[in-house]
């Protein structure tokens, strides 16, 4: 059993779509970054790396590679997926918090889920997604941007 811990966070900014856990958020403003800046899939994918002992996902996508600008984080994910599994492991189960002062996330939560649960291939009882607010403390809570944390078991 291998067990991994990632973290991501990112500004929001005008003029970006929103996308987290792979899925479009109805709301006026998106993440800046150089990918679509998927909080949330940044957050899982360093998670599975770092459990199956391989290199950050700044390091495999850096932001330096003009490959990667814009990039769906759901291709890369799949990508991080690949390697952890060439590793011999298989994926227990994802434990995530999202933080965001707005937009309400819960009622994304379920699409969420199931988007991720395609790309791990696992079920969807095995990924909990929680999203937490600032509560007006921090660059969350200001609004300033979105963060998400992201625990996995590897087996």
Wanted: charged fraction near 25%; charge should be negative; aromatic fraction near 6%.
């Amino acid at each position: 059993m291998r067990v991994g811990f990632g973290f991501d966070s990112h500004p929001l900014v005008k003029d970006r779509p929103l996308v987290i856990g792979g899925v479009k958020i109805h709301y006026d403003r998106g993440l800046s970054g150089h990918s679509d800046a998927d909080v949330l899939l940044h957050a899982i994918a360093d998670a599975l790396l770092g459990a199956a002992g391989l290199p950050s996902i700044g390091e495999l996508f850096p932001d330096t590679d003009p490959a990667y600008k814009d990039a769906d984080s759901t291709a890369l994910l799949e990508r991080v997926v690949v390697l952890v599994r060439e590793q011999g492991y298989g994926i227990v189960n994802l434990d995530c918090t999202v933080l965001a002062e707005e937009p309400k996330l819960v009622p994304y939560r379920d699409k969420m889920r199931e988007r991720i649960s395609g790309i791990l291939g696992i079920p969807t009882t095995n990924i909990a997604i929680k999203p937490k607010r600032g509560e007006g403390m921090g660059f969350v809570g200001r609004k300033e941007g979105i963060a998400a944390m992201a625990a996995v078991l590897l087996e």
